[in-house]
């Protein structure tokens, strides 16, 4: 999945390793004070529904800024050019708007542990108990993809046996997670957001200036890759070509909404940090916050990409040199001094941490209040479900580090996860979609359409695409593609079996479905919610529009 290639060991020394050995005391010391805080299951798995939007909103940012996410797109942004922005503008934004201004109400209203507790509600076991398990299986394999990608990294920067790795950073997440729950996670993520980006704006700055600043760089490129790489539209109408392998049908349709607003709406690894706030207004304004960071993400992430490019020509040409792949740590290897060295490499690996424990947190919620509670040991006293909550902790790491090889049959890494995503994430929005805007759905659609849904991306990928019977020019667009079918073939089955079978009733669905409302629902605002700065509106649409804007400066 990750191939590094030779020569990119750093030159650390003992002052780059006591920064790293600084950032785990600090991370085991955060799980420590907050396990004070950890009374009651609600606590552990929710963090009592006590945090401030600020918190939430940069821990949920945090939980998707995994280093998978950091190699992956830099990769990306080195072998597509600009057509990577699209990940962030279009495939990311609108959806976290969405998730904010209209779902928050209901997961949050409705008092839910989990996104599969609130499908429990409106469709019923069977939904429930599907999703619940698609959720544990898909979080259990991300997981593990983090500690693999993290383990061949270390091993080839660092030296270190992959073994090693795996067991120094799965012992940390699991000692601060279960020591501390959800709270542990959350403020670790927001210090692991703060060291990240103090690993990755320097290396950007840095780079920059090596290759001449942005006209530099766009001088070099345009002259290497042609004009079109610098631009985020151009080469992408139906039946063009261009390197990404998609046109703007498949991205709008493919990535902008279904696999997007699939994974933002639907993620419990990212909806978990929202349900935590401590009130509704926080809730609402936990993903509009998230959202204006993640618009600058690709400064920091794609634009190293593109340095890379220009300072390692060969970048990606042959297969056994340097691949895509390789683009952030050829630059941390070429450009930083130590000291500024360690704190690339505490980056990377509180990227990699926070990647994984945003999985397991999300894994053991799942399991512990969704199958194990509900299916298999009902009713028990708080204290039992807390402790059973610990203990799957430790069986969510250790089935990480048995998933992650499954992962090494992928050649990149992003596109192992978006095959994930369009499997997973997308018929579960589907379910969510309609159910919630359409009051007829019964609890058999919700149910026939998950699972229709999921079987028909996992017939397109692994045979339609994967056999050749429909020529798709990448894996990145056979992910689109994946997508729109399984939201199609769900979206079908979930009208065609509802025309078939009984609606629930009206009286159960109250604060489930559009216009309808529940008790938790009418929640006041808290004193300082109704300033105009923390208007959700406000901070939805300006982010939205900030996304828009952009896009102009890759547009031409």
Known sequence: MITLAEGLRLPTNGLDYTILAIYFVVVLGIGFAAKRSVKTSLDFFLSGRSLPAWVTGLAFVAANLGATEILGMAANGAQYGAYTVHWYWIGAIPAMVFLGLVMMPFYYGSKVRSVPEFLLHRFGPSSHLLSSVIFAVSSVLIAGVNLYAMAIVLQALLGWPQWVAIVVAGVFVLAYITIGGLSSAIYNEVLQFFVILAALIPLTIVGLKRVGGWDGLTDSLNSSHGDAFLTAWKGTGIG????????????????????????????????????????????????????????????????????????????????????????????????????????????????????????????????????????????????????????????????????????????????????????????????????????????????????????????NYFWLYKQGIIAIPSEQGANFVSSIVAFVVGALVMVLVTLVTKPKPAASLAGLVYGSRSPGMEELPAEGDDAWYRKPALLGWGAVVLAAVCYIPFSF
């Open 240 to 459: 063009e070509t261009n390197a990404l392998g998609a046109n703007w049908l498949t991205i709008v349709l493919g990535l902008g909404f279904v696999m997007s607003f699939g994974y933002w709406t639907t993620n419990f690894a990212e909806v978990q940090r929202a349900l935590s706030a401590k009130n509704l207004s926080a809730a609402k304004r936990t993903p509009l916050i998230a959202a204006f960071p993640k618009i600058f993400i690709p400064l920091v992430v794609v634009v190293p990409g593109l340095i890379a490019l220009v300072m390692e020509p060969t970048l990606g040409k042959s297969k056994d040199g340097l691949q895509y792949n390789d683009a952030i740590p050829v630059l941390m290897r070429d450009l930083l001094p130590n000291g500024v060295l360690g704190i690339a490499v505490t980056g990377l690996l509180a990227a990699f941490m926070a990647g994984m424990a945003a999985n397991v947190s999300s894994f053991n919620t799942v399991f512990t209040n969704d199958i194990w509670a509900a299916y298999l040991k009902k009713g028990r006293e708080d204290r039992y479900y807390l402790k059973t909550g610990r203990v799957v902790t430790a069986v969510g790491v250790l089935i990480g580090m048995g998933t992650a090889f499954i992962a090494s049959s992928f050649s990149n890494i992003m596109n192992y996860l978006q095959t994930l995503f369009s499997f997973f994430n997308v018929p579960l929005f589907v379910v969510f979609i309609i159910g919630m805007f359409w009051k007829r759905t019964s609890a058999a659609a919700g149910f026939w359409g998950l699972l229709s849904g999921t079987v028909a991306a996992m017939i």
